[in-house]
Structure formats: C-alpha cells, structure tokens
C-alpha cells in the first residue's frame, strides 16, 4: 500500500483522530490524570505515555498500542522509550507535509 494511502487509512478512524486532537494539547485534553503530570511527562520524557493515551480512550492497551503504532508508521507521531515506557508526541512538521500535500493534490 502507498504511503498516501496508509496515512488517509490511518486518519479514517474516529479514535486515532481522537488521539492526534489529544496530543496537539495535551494539558488541555488529557484528563485522566493531573495537568502537572501531563507537564512533567513532556518535560522529562518529551511526550505523553501510553497508559495515560489508553486511559483517556477507555479502550484495551492492545487497541491503544496498534493505533499508535499506525500512527507512527505514516508518521504522524513520534516515540520515545523511557525504561519500560513509551512516550508519544505529535511529528509537526509531518501535519505541515498533510495539510501541503491535501493543498496541492486534492
């Protein structure tokens, strides 16, 4: 499959949207834990973990896992792994390359 067509496919879920909108402000949108935790965890580990993106959803880690590994593999988040945690962040300049590549193409 292209790229192009992993990353519409990527975007096709209500959920993944949901966990792009929740890592574009964090502080804001994360609400299963204190904002000092979310601060800390950006800036200790650069990004928020995965327990608190599974929290927030309500839904099973596994599905949690598989949606963020999606993301990252069209390139929409970015990871960082901390001991036995994992950290997810927005990639920015790769939603600057989205919105370029929906202006020009579609």
Avoid at 9 to 15: E, V, W
Avoid at 72 to 78: A, M, P, Q, S
Avoid at 83 to 91: C, I, L, Q, V
Wanted: with cysteine; aromatic share 8%; hydrophobic share 40%.
């Amino acid at each position: 499959m292209e790229l192009n067509e992993k990353l519409f496919k990527a975007l096709a879920n209500k959920t993944r949207l949901a966990i792009l909108h929740w890592l574009k402000d964090p502080e804001k949108e994360i609400h299963v834990v204190s904002c000092q935790t979310i601060q800390y965890e950006l800036e200790h580990f650069g990004g928020i973990c995965v327990g608190d993106i599974v929290q927030q959803s309500g839904l099973a880690q596994s599905t949690i896992s598989s949606y963020l590994n999606m993301l990252e593999e069209v390139g929409l988040l970015i990871s960082e792994r901390h001991g036995k945690w994992t950290y997810y962040r927005r990639n920015e300049p790769a939603f600057q390359e989205l919105s370029s590549l929906i202006k020009e193409e579609l």
